[in-house]
């Protein structure tokens, strides 16, 4: 099992460029998120999906569009890249939120500079 | 939106003691309450789940308090060891779906 991965580990944008940051986990888990987590700061939701075809706003959307085709893989993808969305982003995976267990797998996570 | 405070300051204690560490919240309560540790460079990996109406969860030397009334959990680590140093998460589930995190507190366990 290698869990939730994420591609790529690093990446320095120019403003206004386009990047789709790649996230797979191979649990089968219905639940994926992103997450940006900024300096000093705890992660806050931008997007998350409840299985393939599903998905939703979290608390900091805007500048991101997500989809969910398959269950595995759970694409962000950036437009027009801005200074502000210098972060690390992670992806993360949960069997059910609610369930029993409910805690997320968090993969290694892409840190991301917008210059 | 929900607002969750951890002490931002790092805490600092002597191998052995216990540590405990502090996650408050405004408005209503979450479904359940979730603690992380975060190794620098690295994404959080989880530790224990909390439900808003169970008041003290345990795991090795991990435990876990939930009180609704005062909107806070507390984390604790008995016995501490320079390996439990790291930074700790506290994540809120509300909505059944969207998760809200802390901050964060940095615990730093000297030998």
């Known amino acids: 099992n290698a869990g939730v991965t994420q591609t790529p580990k690093f990446r320095i944008l120019k403003i206004g460029q386009s990047m789709t940051l790649q996230c797979t986990q191979d649990?089968?888990?219905?639940?994926m998120y992103w997450y940006r987590q900024d300096p000093g700061m705890g992660l806050k939701l931008i997007y998350y999906?409840?299985?393939?075809?599903?998905?939703d706003k979290g608390e900091v959307p805007n500048g991101y569009n997500v989809s969910r085709s398959t269950t595995e893989d759970f694409p962000l993808r950036l437009e027009l890249a801005a200074p502000s969305q210098t972060s690390v982003y992670f992806c993360?995976?949960?069997?059910?939120?609610?369930?029993?267990?409910?805690?997320?797998?968090f993969g290694p996570g892409t840190r991301l500079t917008v210059l | 939106s929900q607002k969750i405070e951890q002490n931002s300051e790092a805490l600092n204690i002597q191998e052995g003691k216990t540590a405990t560490l502090t996650c408050n919240y405004t408005?209503?309560?979450?479904?359940?309450l979730q603690w992380y540790r975060q190794d620098p460079g690295r994404g959080p990996v989880f530790l224990l789940l909390?439900?808003?109406?169970?008041k003290e969860k345990r795991k090795e030397r991990l435990k876990v308090t939930f009180d609704t009334t005062l909107k806070q959990s507390l984390f604790h680590i008995t016995a501490s060891q320079p390996a439990d140093s790291a930074t700790y998460l506290c994540?809120?589930?509300?909505?059944?779906?969207?998760?809200?995190f802390g901050s964060g507190t940095k615990l730093n366990v000297k030998p």
């Open positions: 993360a995976s949960s069997s059910a939120p609610s369930g029993t267990h409910g805690e997320q797998f």
């Open positions: 649990m089968n888990h219905n639940y």
């Open positions: 999906s409840v299985g393939a075809g599903i998905t």
């Open positions: 408005n209503y309560s979450p479904a359940y």
């Open positions: 909390i439900r808003e109406n169970e």
């Open positions: 994540a809120l589930l509300y909505n059944f779906n969207k998760f809200y």
